[in-house]
């Protein structure tokens, strides 16, 4: 049984580091890897869009 979690693990690892980075579009990665990860060309896009800048919004307050 343990055997198959560590492929399933390292198929689905683009998404894992999009969602301990918080990346903002971390939906849109599972998505590319699950659909084309199998291709390794999607899994390289996915795997290389997991390592891109994370976008942080800054709220103003209203004084």
């Known amino acids: ?3 198959a979690l560590v492929p399933l ?3 689905f ?3 894992i580091i999009a969602l301990i980075r918080g990346h ?3 939906g849109a990665i599972f998505l590319l890897n699950f659909l ?3 291709t390794f060309v999607g899994w ?3 795997f290389i869009w997991s390592f891109t800048s994370v976008r ?3 709220y103003k ?3």
Do not use: T
């Open 36 to 38: 084309l990860g199998w």
């Open 44 to 46: 390289i896009v996915a």
């Open 1 to 3: 049984m343990e055997f």
């Open 9 to 11: 693990l390292l198929y």
């Open 24 to 26: 903002h579009n971390s």
């Open 56 to 58: 942080v919004y800054y």
């Open 13 to 15: 690892l683009p998404w």
């Open 61 to 63: 307050a209203r004084n």
